[in-house]
């Protein structure tokens, strides 16, 4: 007999397809993810959860599924789920890390560049019938090439936007919990202290994991540190940053722009006051979206599920102790 497995979001077909063939698989088909509520209940006689980071996973979720062997996630974050209270239970957790990197970076890239040259309001100007003519100083932007470029979190996605930085001539600093000797050799970046990057960075580019110590950490006092004439980047996760002191940084010119991929809340509402500002971009937690990333994330996840399933190593397992 297959055993049963429950997904939380719909897959692309070659994935759903290697599911199927070893499992019954049960899937919630709806665009909007299942309530909290509705996944308790689904997962009871479960052997195998494939979810997402709009799913929270916490204890009593997992106390509802006795029959639980293994929790995939198809993302490379992993704060919707207890970990700790999984391995409590002997409960694998898998992620999907690594494959979505060069999408990701590339993704960061063209956050910084639109907001550094206005996109968006250039944009909207043709839109709404305000061009009329050329103009020497109409929507002037910030300079890229040359700049400084300060990168907070120098893991795999760190990395890469460093390494796309060399294109443009910039000078890239970072902060991190760690040095990293060998980027910093290979890469030719500098390390600096949280404070000292924001004082001299003219873009700041977010890729932490959302802790309890990077929760928040984009606040106020942070964001004082900051040039006027800067632009912040985050593609990491919404709670990095304080919503409501980012727009006040914003609309009060504290600093020049901001250029968001995911938000707290998320989704962000449409009445939202950090969409009234034109110096503000959002869109939908794109940053992975290419056709190729996102099948080998559902892949990834589809395997670490299987083994999960067959009571060997996930390929990529957030807690390899159980």
């Given at each position: 007999?297959k ?15 290697k ?24 997962i009871r ?5 494939l979810?997402?980071l709009?799913d929270?996973i ?24 207890d ?39 250039g ?8 061009w009329?003519t050329?103009?020497?100083?109409l ?20 990395q ?7 294109g ?17 050799a ?9 404070d ?12 932490v994991?959302?802790?309890?110590e990077t ?5 106020a006092?942070t ?7 800067a ?12 919503p409501d ?22 989704p ?5 006051k ?7 971009i ?19 996840a ?5 083994a999960g ?14």
């Amino acid at each position: 007999m297959k055993p049963k497995i429950y997904v939380t979001r719909h897959l692309p077909e070659v994935a759903f397809d290697k599911l199927a063939a070893h499992c019954e698989v049960e899937i919630w088909d709806e665009e909007f993810p299942p309530s909290y509520e509705v996944l308790t209940e689904k997962i009871r006689d479960k052997e195998g959860l494939l979810c997402l980071l709009t799913d929270r996973i916490d204890p009593q979720l997992m106390d509802a599924a006795p029959n639980l062997k293994v929790i995939s996630q198809c993302a490379v974050g992993f704060d919707n789920i207890d970990i700790a209270a999984a391995t409590e239970r002997g409960l694998p957790v898998g992620n999907t890390p690594g494959v979505l990197t060069d999408a990701t970076a590339d993704f960061a890239w063209s956050l910084l560049m639109s907001a550094a040259r206005r996109v968006g309001e250039g944009i909207e100007y043709v839109k709404t019938g305000q061009w009329h003519t050329w103009g020497l100083t109409l929507l002037l932007g910030a300079e890229v090439y040359g700049a400084t470029l300060g990168i907070i979190g120098m893991g795999r996605i760190g990395q890469a936007v460093a390494q796309r930085a060399s294109g443009f001539n910039m000078k890239v600093l970072y902060s991190d919990a760690f040095r990293q000797p060998e980027a910093e050799a290979n890469l030719g970046v500098e390390y600096r202290n949280l404070d000292d990057l924001l004082a001299e960075s003219d873009f700041v580019s977010l890729h932490v994991n959302l802790t309890e110590e990077t929760r928040g950490l984009m606040n106020a006092r942070t964001m004082a540190l900051m040039k006027a004439s800067a632009i912040l980047i985050n593609t990491s996760r919404g709670p990095v940053i304080d919503p409501d002191d980012l727009y006040d940084a914003l609309s009060s010119g504290e600093i020049a722009y901001a250029a968001l991929d995911v938000t707290d809340p998320e989704p962000i509402p449409a009445d939202h006051k950090l969409l009234s500002l034109p110096n503000c971009i959002i869109v939908p937690h794109i940053a992975s979206a290419t056709i190729s990333t996102r099948t080998k994330m559902a892949m990834m996840a589809v395997d670490n599920l299987l083994a999960g399933l067959e009571g060997k190593p996930l390929p990529n397992q957030v807690n390899p102790g159980v």
